[in-house]
């Protein structure tokens, strides 16, 4: 896919954000690897902006190394996102604060696997990344340590991450972990849940892989 069609779905993308309340008004941030002549980087939506306000000009490109496309001010958070490119070969990274990954990113230190569609994200159970401000190094570093085996993850106090090979796959694991975290806090609600035993969720990763159409 050329430059000009990545931009195009960053902002499909984050426009979706807005127009579902998925990812309200500014929050969240969507990024996709791209290669810039001879710079390996990504694109990524920009700070500050409305998601519902987004143009295909306000998407920044920024490089592996950390460089900056001039003239462009990239999401406060694009540092997280170049930290998952260079330690994964995820092609496609989605931040979302949507309303349950919020409130279970606040209340619980993992998400067990009370169902099997937990494996969706790759593992067992879905980790919570240890809070640290927004935009640092220190968060970065507990994001991947999170994602460490997984696809996705949420982030303490904040929200949620899902990595794809593109960014519909990205995109749709983002609306799963939502769900799941929405299935989760009501079943909460009423008592601490069953979980599936590691050798069964063992078959279920095995068997997961794969399994939805192209």
């Given at each position: 896919?050329?430059?000009?069609?990545?931009?195009?779905?960053?902002?499909k993308?984050?426009?979706?954000?807005?127009?579902?309340?998925f990812?309200p008004i500014r929050?969240?941030n969507?990024?996709v690897?791209?290669?810039?002549?001879?710079?390996?980087?990504?694109l990524?939506s920009?700070s500050?902006?409305?998601?519902?306000?987004?143009k295909v000009?306000d998407?920044?490109?920024?490089?592996?190394?950390?460089?900056?496309?001039?003239?462009?001010?990239?999401?406060?958070?694009?540092k997280?996102h170049?930290?998952?490119?260079?330690?994964t070969?995820v092609?496609a990274?989605?931040?979302?604060?949507s309303?349950f990954s919020?409130?279970?990113?606040?209340l619980?230190k993992?998400i067990?696997?009370?169902?099997?569609?937990?494996?969706?994200?790759g593992?067992?159970?879905?980790?919570?990344?240890?809070?640290?401000?927004?935009g640092?190094?220190?968060?970065s570093?507990?994001?991947?340590l999170a994602?460490?085996?997984?696809?996705s993850?949420?982030?303490?106090?904040?929200?949620?991450?899902?990595?794809g090979?593109?960014?519909?796959?990205?995109?749709?694991?983002?609306?799963?972990?939502?769900?799941?975290?929405?299935?989760?806090y009501?079943?909460?609600?009423k008592?601490?849940?069953?979980?599936?035993n590691?050798?069964?969720m063992k078959?279920?990763?095995?068997k997961i892989?794969?399994?939805?159409?192209?």
């Amino acid at each position: 896919m050329n430059k000009l069609n990545k931009k195009k779905q960053i902002v499909k993308f984050s426009k979706l954000f807005s127009s579902t309340g998925f990812s309200p008004i500014r929050s969240g941030n969507i990024s996709v690897r791209h290669n810039e002549k001879n710079l390996k980087g990504f694109l990524i939506s920009p700070s500050g902006k409305r998601n519902s306000d987004l143009k295909v000009n306000d998407i920044v490109f920024v490089s592996l190394e950390g460089e900056i496309e001039k003239n462009k001010n990239p999401s406060s958070e694009w540092k997280f996102h170049l930290d998952i490119y260079k330690f994964t070969k995820v092609n496609a990274i989605v931040h979302a604060h949507s309303k349950f990954s919020v409130i279970c990113s606040c209340l619980y230190k993992r998400i067990p696997p009370f169902h099997y569609m937990v494996g969706i994200t790759g593992a067992d159970e879905i980790k919570v990344a240890k809070y640290s401000l927004f935009g640092t190094e220190e968060l970065s570093k507990n994001i991947n340590l999170a994602l460490k085996n997984s696809l996705s993850c949420l982030i303490s106090n904040h929200g949620q991450i899902a990595t794809g090979e593109n960014l519909s796959n990205a995109y749709e694991l983002a609306e799963e972990v939502e769900l799941l975290c929405e299935y989760y806090y009501y079943c909460k609600l009423k008592k601490n849940p069953k979980s599936i035993n590691k050798l069964e969720m063992k078959k279920v990763l095995n068997k997961i892989i794969g399994y939805k159409e192209k």
